[in-house]
């Protein structure tokens, strides 16, 4: 039994679509028939391998599966044939460490990353551990709801660190594809949204998706705008991946507020110390979202709230997608659909 798959066996190097045996579902583990997979940019990052910690080779990429349950594993009674399930990065974690026992199995030191340090979802099937996979609703296309497994839970979970109430600002700095998903689901929580961003096309989906204010940051000065307009956002959230927005960001949040960073670009940003500490300003780190993160923003889906702007391609050009996706060409979100 052979399935199709892209497979990194080189950083750097093109993915080789080839004929991989199927997997079998061990001990609490089920055998998902991927139909769908979202294109995320820690896939890029994969593809470089630029990450401190990088996957053992060969491994095949992918995070933003969508699909139904095809095999069974023993120690498995609560999903069933045919049921539509996601797999996002975490593919799983100890549920024994510190972290773990704190509901915060996003940093579990021992945890597993699909696509990463487990083979992932682009291929026709995937092994997904069924303790940590999303339920999916069965009103949204597969090929709609899957960037909501990690662009989706990602930023939403950002939004949630920033703790800001219906009502207050919220600055997202990038219109990508997290930064138009974090728009929308700003508003339907009741806040006030400022997009930031260098291109045209992004600020016009940022406005699409109900953003107040849109700011074309190499045109003016967004720190200067959001500080005159409303004095500050209550909290930001970076999506881009530019490590200039970082320190920008400092100085767009208002006193007390708080910023929450999730691109990854490498490198590092400057702090003034005496400006966060007397402004109170929080800087917090914020990484894809836990099971629970995961589910509140599927059930967002749906409602149809959360919704990404696909562009739907074919696995055979995956090579494409990434060099795209590494240029910053891609407006909303990259889905691959195996049934094409």
Not at 64 to 70: F, R
Not at 307 to 321: A, G, W, Y
Request: hydrophobic share 40%; net charge neutral.
């Amino acid at each position: 039994m052979m399935m199709k798959a892209a497979v990194l066996r080189k950083f750097n190097q093109p993915l080789s679509i080839e004929d991989v045996p199927i997997p079998q579902p061990g001990y609490g583990q089920v055998l998902m028939q991927v139909k769908a997979s979202g294109v995320c940019h820690s896939d890029v990052d994969t593809w470089e391998g630029n990450r401190p910690i990088q996957p053992k080779l060969p491994v095949i990429p992918g995070h933003e599966g969508a699909g139904i349950v095809a095999q069974i594993g023993p120690g498995v009674d609560f999903l069933k044939k045919g049921d539509r399930i996601g797999v996002p990065w975490l593919y799983s974690a100890c549920g024994r460490c510190e972290f773990c026992c704190q509901s915060i199995e996003t940093v579990c030191p021992f945890q597993e990353c699909t696509g990463y340090t487990k083979d992932g979802s682009f291929a026709e099937y995937c092994l997904v551990d069924a303790k940590y996979v999303g339920r999916l609703p069965d009103n949204v296309e597969l090929t709609t709801i899957a960037p909501v497994l990690c662009a989706g839970v990602t930023v939403f979970k950002s939004l949630k660190e920033t703790q800001v109430r219906p009502g207050q600002w919220v600055a997202i700095v990038g219109v990508g594809g997290l930064g138009h998903l974090g728009i929308q689901y700003a508003k339907a929580m009741g806040m006030r949204v400022v997009a930031v961003d260098i291109d045209d096309s992004k600020l016009q989906l940022g406005k699409k998706c109900g953003a107040d204010i849109t700011i074309h940051s190499n045109r003016e000065n967004p720190v200067d705008r959001i500080q005159k307009e409303i004095g500050g956002a209550h909290g930001v959230v970076v999506t881009a991946v530019s490590p200039k927005v970082f320190p920008q960001a400092i100085g767009m949040v208002r006193r007390a507020g708080t910023v929450a960073l999730n691109a990854l670009p490498p490198g590092d940003f400057p702090l003034n110390i005496f400006d966060v500490i007397l402004r109170r300003v929080t800087v917090r780190g914020s990484i894809v979202g836990t099971r629970q993160d995961l589910q509140e923003a599927l059930d967002f889906a749906g409602r149809g709230v959360g919704l990404p702007e696909v562009h739907i391609r074919k696995l055979e050009e995956v090579n494409d997608i990434l060099r795209d996706m590494q240029q910053f060409k891609v407006v909303g979100r990259i889905v691959i659909d195996m049934s094409c």
